[in-house]
């Protein structure tokens, strides 16, 4: 299980991101270009302490992302996906994506994905915070595939 960012917008939430990936041990791919500058000091200061915990891939683009990713369903996060989270079946070697917190992902990006996953809000709101999500979906992924069993 992987969790992969695409081109985040808040810094914030990459350090959301990168902690999340440390506390449950699930490898984050960062994929640039971010919509603020990126640096090893700016993500080292919004991970604080979690950053070295944290199996972190930085890649250049969505292209070099594609070429360089493990293997596993690319299974993205998306007020479109046609698939209610409850209903989900998640795999161990799922790469769980998600947008831009301004505009989601692009229409490849969106085509490439083997499985568009959203998570059911009442009438009126939009979506939820791309990290309160990622956690969201991240929890039911590895309950469904024993991924909590590794940890203490």
Same mark, same amino acid.
């Given at each position: 299980m992987?969790?992969?960012?695409?081109?985040?917008?808040?810094?914030?939430?990459?350090?959301?991101?990168?902690?999340? !990936? *440390? &506390?449950? &041990?699930?490898?984050? @791919?960062?994929?640039?270009?971010?919509? %603020?500058?990126? @640096? @090893?000091? /700016?993500?080292? /200061?919004?991970?604080?302490?979690?950053?070295?915990?944290?199996?972190?891939?930085?890649?250049? $683009?969505?292209?070099? %992302?594609?070429? @360089?990713?493990?293997?596993?369903?690319?299974? +993205?996060? =998306? =007020?479109?996906?046609?698939?209610?989270?409850?209903?989900a079946s998640? /795999? #161990?070697?799922d790469?769980? +994506?998600?947008?831009?917190? !301004?505009?989601?992902v692009?229409?490849?990006?969106?085509?490439?994905?083997?499985?568009?996953?959203?998570?059911?809000?009442?009438?009126? *709101?939009? $979506?939820?915070n791309?990290?309160? *999500? *990622? #956690?969201?979906?991240? $929890?039911?992924?590895?309950?469904? =595939? $024993?991924?909590?069993?590794?940890? #203490?």
């Amino acid at each position: 299980m992987r969790l992969a960012l695409f081109q985040p917008d808040i810094p914030q939430n990459v350090g959301a991101f990168i902690r999340l !990936s *440390a &506390g449950l &041990g699930v490898p984050l @791919d960062l994929i640039e270009p971010c919509g %603020f500058p990126v @640096d @090893d000091k /700016r993500i080292r /200061r919004a991970a604080m302490d979690y950053y070295d915990l944290a199996t972190l891939v930085r890649h250049a $683009s969505w292209a070099a %992302f594609c070429r @360089d990713r493990p293997p596993g369903r690319l299974v +993205l996060l =998306t =007020t479109a996906g046609a698939e209610r989270l409850p209903g989900a079946s998640f /795999r #161990a070697d799922d790469i769980l +994506l998600m947008g831009r917190e !301004s505009a989601g992902v692009p229409a490849d990006v969106h085509d490439a994905a083997d499985l568009r996953v959203r998570i059911p809000l009442q009438p009126g *709101a939009r $979506s939820l915070n791309v990290a309160l *999500a *990622a #956690a969201m979906v991240l $929890s039911e992924a590895l309950r469904q =595939t $024993s991924g909590f069993e590794k940890l #203490a």
